[in-house]
């Protein structure tokens, strides 16, 4: 994807791209600096009937459901023969409809807009950089990134609305990421988010995560505490008194050849004027079956109120069949349950091209 040692070679479309954004400008490099620009991105588009649970059916074509559609400009320059500057600006975008953003209001760049260095030392980035957590948690299921079929992303990353809300989004504004070079299978990752004092409930969130991937085996630990996660949309048992948001999960994953298997385990707790907490249990296995994998993903989590607890729990079995190494057509089923309403049922055939 990106060559950082390749002279620079851009299409019409990207040198146009390139000279009307001056975060893309390379000019005044000097002489002996080699420089890379590349574009790149993913597509990825199902339809099926959709439901939650406790909503009803819906047939639809939809964008972002095995992976959130994006585009990104990124480059890299070589400044010595261990240092490295470099960018990245990434949009994601609902291809279904043409709009930008996850959702109405998303920022243009939400995915990604950042600057950073990189060496032996390892990599820093300052801009919005993406939140260690969320690497955490879709590293360790079958269904990765999913936010449309991944019961361990729905249920952490995106909870129902009768649920208890996760903070911090999965990309941090303001922050600072620093990446840790690899020693003997670990490294490990800092992030900091300046809350900026715009109101005075927000304030500065700090995360950490520690990767394990030696043969076989791989494993993690990642902690945050949010303090910039509020918005109009936080419901007042969350917003009402709210001083921080903590989250912590571990998850490992074992490769037998013949089937990967997952497990993870997280806990939120929100330390507010009313004190809650949800925890999530998720299990999985990948298996190789042809060109592709057979998915099965288990969920659970439980939102404890101070009133009554609500669980939810989902069941999502797929088939993930690569027609080549970047484009994957794909089949899933997903069964939802919610304390108190009816059960949700999701089929859906889906395309992922990546570019």
Known sequence: MLRPLMPLHLSPLAKAVALASAALCLSSAPAHAQSSVSLYGLIDMSAGQFQDAGTSKVKKV????????????????????????????E?????????????????????AAWVGLEGDFGSTTLGRTTNQYFVSTLIFNAFGDSFGYSPSIRQVLIPKSQMLPFLGDTGWSNSLLYSSPSAGGFSFNLQGALGEGSTSAVGNSVGANVLYFGGPLSATVAYQRVKHGLSGFTPAI?????????????????DAKVVKVFGQYALVKTEAATGTETNYFGLGASVPVGPGKVLAQYGQATAEFPTADVKNKTLTVGYDYWLSKNTDVYAVYMNDKLTGTNTGNTFALGLRVKF
């Open 62 to 89: 939809q964008s972002g459901n095995m992976a959130t559609s994006y585009f990104g400009f990124g480059g890299k320059e070589q400044l010595s023969n261990t240092l490295k500057a470099k960018f990245a600006i």
């Open 91 to 111: 949009g994601f975008l609902l291809a279904d409809t043409g709009n930008s953003g996850r959702f109405t209001g998303d920022a243009f760049w939400a995915r």
């Open 238 to 254: 969350v917003s009402t008194g709210f001083k921080y948001q903590d989250a912590a999960t571990v998850g490992v994953a074992y």
